[in-house]
């Protein structure tokens, strides 16, 4: 067990807490600090360590497995099984870079034609979802808002080739949503841009809406090239 890891009190300032376990934790493995192979210490050190409960450690380890840095073995505790986050086990049969390059050809201009198109139920289910995201404390959740917020500004588009590309991209927006909110500290300023995104739709402002979601998938792009690359190491 990493005693001298353990012994370090480290207090976690609240975004969530569960966030901030999971930021913590992930820059210890990444930084080699838990090396690939190490079991981390029970539930019970942890949640003495971060000074928060156990179903938030809960919490925590199930977002590291999910970006595969972790495996939980039934009888034996947690296990570091990687310093990175490997894009093939996150992302499943589209790369980072797929995405990435093919999400401004379909989500913005879905967007401006959003703003044109949109009912006034899915206006006031986009806003919904903002408020759900803003009040959000489980990460997993917010994942699930925030897949559904892109889907649903696809079928306001108005058009079926928008809304039947991102649904059939969705698993993978949810694993990339899982990637750049659960590990960059994005879900806050993700969620400003998402409320942007669903304002400039709701006054029926086509050129804002596309400059909004242009912007957010840029903030996007900004982060999650890097957390697809082995951490420094010191």
Known sequence: MPDEWTSRPAPVVRRSVAESVIEDLRGAITSGALAVGTRLPSEALLAERYAVSRPVIREALRSLQTLGLTQTRTGSGTYVTADRIDPATVYGEFSARDLMEARPHIEVPAAGLAAERRTDEQRDELTALCDA????????????????????????????????????????????????????????????????????IAVGSPIEAREAMRAHLGEVERVVIPLTRPAARG
């Open 133 to 200: 995201m803003d009040g959000c404390d489980d990460p997993q959740e917010w994942v699930a808002l925030d897949t559904r917020f892109h889907s649903l500004v696809a079928q306001a588009s108005g058009n079926a080739v928008f809304a039947k590309a991102v649904s059939d991209i969705r698993d993978a927006l949810s694993r990339q949503s899982q990637v750049v909110n659960l590990v960059a500290s994005r879900q806050e300023p993700s969620g400003r841009e998402h409320r942007r995104i669903a304002e400039a």
